[in-house]
């Protein structure tokens, strides 16, 4: 979210400005509010009744400065969250765009939940503009309908008659005016009213406008404060050695030369490893290269990758546990005049966020402080209050701006934050912690896209319509022992796994998805667009094959299987129409096209790339199509958009995490190659208007390019890539 002023989740050095945040509790209809400086005071500051500050809910603040401050309880991750949920406030308040800022809210799921995953604070599954839409707008309306209301009683005129326009607010026949900051210690005084009604979205002014961020100007400018910012009196740097290979413990450890490299405070031993303690991110770093560590491997997971496939290749042989089932697969396919089959590996995928895990940490004895790019609140003050020996409630996280996660700080475990908390437990007492992953730790540590392999079988009757289908995928589950599981693991299915497979739109009478569950000692975890990751590429790049034994032009194909779903239909419509889909192109060059559904929105995508005699795949363009219900800020819904683009494009080109006898082969950007910006192809996107409620943009972006890009090879070149990444088969 763009935007002019400051930036909204300053940073606790001593030298940055502290920021006042006000806190409603239960008693917000009577107006009382509870106020605290942070990071280090916690003085009180004045309640809005007597303050001149209004916050009739816990969501806006109007201050008597006439700023405007939304209270955004979304994590910003470069997403745009901050702009597009303070689009939507600002849209009821009536407020002009320059008086609006950003600050990110307290971890409190009492007032600030994800409304999509229940009483947890957290951010996942683009899901933020979703959650919050109608919430915000309720927020927004009745702030504005309490300025109203404390404008008409000064001025004694119907409320009716009162009109707000760009944070001002008018009586016409009077000739009276003020601005909000104006009204707000007199609209402090009243009552929230319970129930306010609604703009018609016709008459918006600010949703589906292009408005500036307002996290670009301090980051363009240095000011936006991350973890890594943080600086407090006293603060110490730590840095962990992990296992060389999952599941491995330390069996000992020589810490003598560590200890001599000057700057080295301490040397511990934590759960997770050898956390070494010093005054600078250098001293850490080179007593840490100094450990002498002989690790414990006898419960390790020491299987390679060609292991494992071989492995998953054989349980793919095998009928799995069934995720869903229409008609008779069985019998479609003995009859059927065609068959076809084909097999697709996916690898194990890092996350690789440009700012890699960091946190800081103060502990004393009755609470936990902590500094991050958080994702996931209620999840991470429980666990860093259980390794701490403390109540949640005694765990206070302020969320900073993070570069980008893609998933990874959302965990389960909140292994890094529970590191810092155990580093900050062996030492003194309020001594602050900031824990640090290097690259190399990050690429190394785990919580990777699960590897996966899929086999798929069709039919097709004598006229080339397709009857039959079996989809069997083998692979890990993310959800398997966490505190998800119970919701999201139904009769032995995970449905991250499956989701867009088991979900496929197309109208095919006899239609069976079976899962196979392996156990492996890899960590694994969601990751951006979690299943459709996978599952999109395997269905796209089939349904395409099918269509070409069929004699069927592929985008025709799928259209002519997309009759109950008129959104899928729309956007590749429009996707291949704004692609000039069927046009000619030179040879060596091919156009491809895929559609999904992820997280209730739809996209489609053209893909147009040339392929060179040696093999080498340049992407040239991108058309894409999406339909995302109202579209809050259409820049922002671009921006990710081309971001996933991108994001998936390295993937399927490039991204592989690959093991040998369980160690990971990769180490940093060398190995782990990701999207260069000369790769990154031309790229259009289109968003369909729409009235209905507004769905997810962060992901759904993902998921198609993978398949376009392929399919479009196959048409330059008559090769399929069924192997992930592109890097790994040879083409051409």
């Not at 069976?512 to 890899?522: D, F, N, P, Y």
């Not at 040998?660 to 082969?665: H, L, P, S, Y």
Request: aromatic share 6%; with cysteine.
């Amino acid at each position: 979210m763009y935007g002019a002023p400051a930036p909204s989740t300053p940073g606790p050095s001593m030298n940055a400005s502290r920021r006042t945040f006000l806190k409603t509790g239960a008693a917000a209809a009577a107006g009382l509010t509870l106020g605290f400086y942070w990071p280090a005071s916690g003085t009180k500051v004045a309640s809005a009744t007597t303050g001149g500050a209004f916050a009739p809910n816990a969501f806006v603040r109007i201050a008597p400065d006439n700023t405007v401050t939304v209270v955004i309880k979304h994590l910003e991750m470069g997403q745009g969250t901050y702009t597009g949920l303070s689009t939507i406030l600002a849209e009821e308040l009536d407020a002009d765009w320059s008086q609006v800022r950003a600050e990110s809210a307290p971890a409190d799921a009492t007032l600030y939940n994800n409304l999509a995953f229940g009483a947890i604070q957290g951010t996942g599954g683009s899901t933020a503009v979703a959650n919050s839409y109608e919430q915000l707008r309720k927020a927004g309306a009745t702030a504005r309908a309490m300025l109203v209301e404390a404008a008409a009683r000064e001025w004694g005129v119907p409320a009716a008659e009162i009109t707000v326009e760009k944070g001002v607010v008018r009586h016409d026949a009077s000739n009276r005016s003020a601005r909000f900051g104006e009204l707000a210690g007199k609209a402090a005084a009243l009552t929230p009213p319970r129930d306010v009604p609604l703009k018609d979205p016709r008459t918006f002014t600010l949703i589906g406008r292009r408005l500036p961020r307002l996290d670009s100007k301090p980051k363009t400018n240095g000011t936006a404060q991350f973890a890594l910012d943080v600086v407090l009196p006293g603060m110490v740097i730590a840095q962990v050695e992990r296992p060389p290979v999952f599941g491995a413990t330390v069996r000992s450890v020589d810490a003598t030369a560590a200890r001599a490299v000057p700057g080295v405070i301490d040397v511990l031993r934590i759960p997770s490893g050898i956390a070494v303690v010093g005054r600078s991110f250098w001293a850490v770093s080179q007593a840490r290269q100094a450990l002498a560590i002989e690790w414990d491997d006898s419960q390790a997971e020491k299987r390679g990758t060609a292991d494992l496939m071989a492995e998953y290749r054989a349980l793919a042989e095998k009928p799995g546990t069934v995720a869903r089932a229409d008609g008779d697969v069985d019998s479609a396919m003995a009859n059927a005049a065609t068959t076809l089959t084909a097999a697709f590996e996916f690898p194990y995928l890092a996350h690789a966020p440009m700012e890699p895990l960091d946190c800081v940490v103060r502990l004393t004895g009755d609470a936990c402080e902590i500094w991050a790019g958080d994702q996931f609140q209620t999840v991470d003050q429980a666990n860093a209050a259980a390794a701490a020996g403390l109540r949640p409630e005694q765990v206070k996280i302020h969320t900073l701006l993070a570069g980008g996660s893609f998933g990874r700080r959302a965990t389960a475990t909140s292994d890094y934050i529970v590191e810092a908390v155990h580093v900050a437990k062996a030492l003194e007492e309020g001594v602050p912690v900031k824990l640090i992953w290097t690259r190399e730790d990050d690429i190394r540590g785990g919580r990777y896209r699960p590897m996966y392999y899929h086999t798929l079988s069709a039919g097709l009757d004598a006229q080339g319509g397709l009857v039959a289908w079996r989809h069997r995928i083998v692979g890990q589950s993310i959800l398997e022992g966490t505190p998800f599981e119970g919701a999201l693991v139904k009769n032995g299915v995970d449905q991250t796994s499956v989701e867009g497979a088991s979900t496929l739109p197309y109208d095919i009478p006899n239609l069976t998805v079976e899962l196979h569950t392996t156990r492996v000692g890899v960590p694994v975890l969601w990751w951006r667009s979690v299943g459709s990751t996978h599952t999109a590429y395997a269905t796209e790049v089939f349904i395409d094959e099918i269509a070409q034994a069929a004699g069927k032009d592929p985008y025709e194909f799928r259209r002519s299987l997309l009759g109950r779903h008129p959104r899928q239909r729309a956007v590749l419509d429009l996707a291949a129409e704004k692609a000039g889909w069927g046009a000619p192109l030179p040879a060596g060059r091919g156009r491809g096209i895929a559609v999904h559904e992820s997280f209730n929105s739809y996209v489609a995508q053209v893909a147009e790339v040339t392929v060179r005699p040696d093999g080498e795949i340049k992407v040239d363009r991108v058309v894409c199509a999406v339909d995302c219900g109202v579209a809050i800020n259409p820049d922002v819904i671009r921006a990710q958009m081309e971001g996933g683009i991108g994001f998936g494009l390295g993937a399927v080109l490039y991204g592989a995490i690959t093991l040998e006898d369980g160690a990971v082969q990769q180490s940093n950007f060398d190995g782990y190659r990701v999207l260069r910006i000369d790769e990154m192809p031309a790229v259009e996107v289109h968003i369909v208007e729409s009235t209905e409620p507004p769905t997810g943009v962060g992901e759904p972006g993902v998921p198609p390019i993978g398949p376009a890009v392929a399919n479009a090879v196959f048409a330059a070149t008559g090769r399929r890539i069924r192997t992930l990444p592109f890097s790994r088969p040879q083409i051409g």
